[in-house]
């Protein structure tokens, strides 16, 4: 036990002592726990059962997942080449970091390094905000080319049509992470200009992960640009193919027409891409044969694509709603932290927090591969 | 202060006397188990290892198979993370039948809503909702 966290206890049984409880029981023991280890069990129970709850509502997701993919897996296999598996991959190396993180974060509160805590727990924000950032760029991405749920899904033309500029979804998502960057700086300033060294403990770590979040947007782009032309290819493989499919014997000017005919494809798409397909066409046949034989024209369609881009959203959108309410947890984590509260006999709330962080990455661990990695 | 320091002596001692006997080498810090670094480090790179092997084997042409590899690698990582990283190796065995039981729970709900929806195959179309 560090000088400062016996400070803390100190602190913490006067406060006690003025509510007038019993003196026999320090502050980090709720009165109705007999001794630290019953508080910590009956608390551990708890996480577990909470945890659960968890586990059986995603697999009320994972279940429409199953039923879909297994009645249609050329749907599967079409929709999935939409989705950037780098950034997915990357994604899953940040979320696994935050888990190293979080998990030696509760080594550090066993042993009652509060410091340690601090930053453990900070890095691990740092990683959600990496995780949120990237994750950033791939939605809005995916909006602006129209993979939408299935009320929205736009049929994917032949060349996905190329956006100038930050796509305005994605500046969108940027305002609630900018302002808390510029309100946690100042904090952060003003606890440097008081010489707050808790107040530091907190604002600091939480000023860098408010950057991490654009640094992870940083990062989607330019991996996002990296992968255009393949991804760009890919996604124009598909759709040239059903194109062919359904007009076989279509020439420059024939396709045009058909193109700007077509009521049902969204007009500021169609026609530029059917221009650009007709130069680019042989190219990519040549080169996605294999890739085209799978795929019919029926499955870019709103009801088939986009009930895949509903199950996505579904299914990534709750998982990052956890990984924001793992945020706030944290949060409140790395203030008690902050704090020095922790020791060996009382370490609790991080252990359950990382409990709860550990399934949010568990959950990833199987949403990766079963919607990135489909081929 | 020195009443709360004492207090928590006594704690350690009542922990360690009749929970942990066969944790030995952890018994000076009653409940806790803090992991080794080497421990949390290894599953990390046992996991990023996974990571790297699923990417790969997506890119191999497995047919039907590549579903269960994929999920195999997955569920490998799962376990890694729920048995060091959840310290389910330390955990109380009635936690452990929980959650345990949970994932049985999960596996009669997804199997048999799977083998209900092949039963009805021709009926129920989920890619077949009228369009706007």
Same mark, same amino acid.
């Given at each position: 036990?560090?000088?400062?966290?016996?400070?803390?206890?100190?602190?913490?049984?006067?406060?006690?002592?003025?509510?007038?409880?019993?003196?026999?029981?320090?502050?980090?023991?709720?009165?109705?726990?007999?001794?630290?280890?019953?508080?910590?069990?009956?608390?551990?129970?708890?996480?577990?059962?909470?945890?659960?709850?968890?586990?059986?509502?995603?697999?009320?997701?994972?279940?429409?997942?199953?039923?879909?993919?297994?009645?249609?897996?050329?749907?599967?296999?079409?929709?999935?080449?939409?989705?950037?598996?780098?950034?997915?991959?990357?994604?899953?190396?940040?979320?696994?970091?935050?888990?190293?993180?979080?998990?030696?974060?509760?080594?550090?509160?066993?042993?009652?390094?509060?410091?340690?805590?601090?930053? #453990?727990?900070?890095?691990?924000?740092?990683?959600?905000?990496?995780? =949120?950032?990237?994750?950033?760029?791939?939605?809005?991405?995916?909006?602006?080319?129209?993979?939408?749920?299935?009320?929205?899904?736009?049929?994917?033309?032949?060349?996905?049509?190329?956006?100038?500029?930050?796509?305005?979804?994605?500046?969108?998502?940027?305002?609630?992470?900018?302002?808390?960057?510029?309100?946690?700086?100042?904090?952060?300033?003003?606890?440097?200009?008081?010489?707050?060294?808790?107040?530091?403990?907190?604002?600091?770590?939480?000023?860098?992960?408010?950057? #991490?979040?654009?640094?992870?947007?940083?990062?989607?782009?330019?991996?996002?640009?990296?992968?255009?032309?393949?991804?760009?290819?890919?996604?124009?493989?598909?759709?040239?193919?059903?194109?062919?499919?359904?007009?076989?014997?279509?020439?420059?000017?024939?396709?045009?027409?058909?193109?700007?005919?077509?009521?049902?494809?969204?007009?500021?798409?169609?026609?530029?891409?059917?221009?650009?397909?007709?130069?680019?066409?042989?190219?990519?046949?040549?080169?996605?044969?294999?890739?085209?034989?799978?795929?019919?024209?029926?499955?870019?369609?709103?009801?088939?694509?986009?009930?895949?881009?509903?199950?996505?959203? #579904?299914?990534?959108?709750?998982?990052?709603?956890?990984?924001?309410?793992?945020?706030?947890?944290?949060?409140?984590?790395?203030?008690?932290?902050?704090?020095?509260?922790?020791?060996?006999?009382?370490?609790?709330?991080?252990?359950?927090?990382?409990?709860?962080?550990?399934?949010?990455?568990?959950?990833?661990?199987?949403?990766?591969? =079963?919607?990135?990695?489909?081929? | 202060?020195?009443?709360?320091?004492?207090?928590?002596?006594?704690?350690?001692?009542?922990?360690?006397?009749?929970?942990?006997?066969?944790?030995?080498?952890?018994?000076?810090?009653?409940?806790?188990?803090?992991?080794?670094?080497?421990?949390?480090?290894?599953?990390?790179?046992?996991?990023?290892?996974?990571?790297?092997?699923?990417?790969?084997?997506?890119?191999?042409?497995?047919?039907?198979?590549?579903?269960?590899?994929?999920?195999?690698?997955?569920?490998?990582?799962?376990?890694?993370?729920?048995?060091?990283?959840?310290?389910?190796?330390?955990?109380?065995?009635?936690?452990?039948?929980?959650?345990?039981?949970?994932?049985?729970?999960?596996?009669?709900?997804?199997?048999?809503?799977?083998?209900?929806?092949?039963?009805?195959?021709?009926?129920?179309?989920?890619?077949?909702?009228?369009?706007?």
């Amino acid at each position: 036990m560090s000088a400062t966290e016996l400070d803390a206890s100190h602190n913490h049984s006067h406060g006690h002592d003025d509510h007038g409880h019993d003196h026999d029981h320090p502050a980090w023991l709720a009165h109705h726990f007999d001794d630290a280890e019953q508080q910590f069990d009956s608390g551990k129970l708890g996480i577990w059962l909470f945890l659960i709850t968890e586990v059986l509502f995603f697999s009320g997701m994972f279940c429409a997942y199953a039923m879909y993919r297994s009645l249609h897996p050329e749907i599967w296999t079409f929709s999935s080449q939409f989705l950037n598996e780098t950034l997915g991959a990357i994604n899953t190396g940040v979320l696994l970091f935050s888990s190293l993180t979080m998990a030696w974060a509760v080594r550090c509160a066993m042993l009652g390094q509060n410091r340690g805590v601090v930053a #453990c727990t900070g890095m691990t924000i740092a990683c959600a905000a990496i995780f =949120l950032g990237v994750k950033a760029v791939e939605y809005s991405h995916k909006i602006d080319l129209g993979l939408l749920p299935a009320g929205f899904y736009v049929p994917q033309v032949a060349h996905p049509e190329h956006h100038e500029g930050l796509s305005k979804w994605l500046i969108y998502f940027m305002i609630v992470p900018g302002l808390l960057l510029v309100v946690l700086t100042a904090w952060y300033g003003q606890a440097v200009a008081t010489a707050n060294a808790v107040q530091k403990q907190i604002a600091g770590p939480l000023s860098v992960s408010a950057l #991490c979040f654009f640094l992870g947007v940083g990062l989607g782009l330019y991996l996002e640009s990296g992968e255009a032309a393949e991804h760009g290819d890919k996604a124009h493989a598909a759709a040239a193919d059903s194109h062919d499919a359904a007009h076989a014997e279509g020439d420059h000017a024939h396709e045009e027409a058909h193109a700007s005919d077509a009521a049902h494809e969204p007009k500021d798409a169609a026609t530029p891409a059917a221009t650009e397909s007709a130069s680019t066409d042989s190219h990519a046949d040549a080169s996605h044969a294999a890739d085209n034989e799978i795929i019919s024209p029926d499955v870019n369609k709103p009801n088939a694509a986009g009930l895949f881009f509903s199950i996505y959203y #579904c299914m990534t959108g709750v998982h990052a709603i956890h990984i924001i309410a793992g945020i706030l947890v944290l949060t409140w984590v790395l203030v008690k932290a902050a704090q020095g509260q922790f020791h060996s006999e009382y370490f609790g709330p991080v252990d359950y927090v990382g409990l709860y962080w550990h399934l949010v990455d568990f959950i990833w661990i199987y949403l990766f591969p =079963l919607l990135y990695l489909i081929t | 202060m020195a009443h709360s320091h004492a207090n928590q002596h006594e704690h350690h001692e009542k922990s360690e006397g009749h929970a942990h006997a066969g944790h030995g080498h952890h018994g000076h810090h009653g409940f806790a188990h803090p992991s080794p670094i080497w421990q949390l480090l290894a599953v990390f790179f046992a996991l990023l290892a996974l990571t790297v092997l699923t990417v790969y084997q997506s890119t191999l042409d497995l047919g039907n198979m590549e579903i269960w590899a994929s999920l195999t690698i997955a569920t490998i990582k799962a376990a890694l993370v729920i048995l060091f990283f959840m310290h389910m190796i330390h955990d109380k065995p009635f936690n452990i039948i929980m959650f345990l039981g949970t994932l049985v729970f999960v596996a009669l709900f997804l199997g048999f809503t799977l083998m209900d929806a092949h039963n009805y195959k021709d009926l129920i179309e989920p890619g077949s909702i009228t369009p706007k």
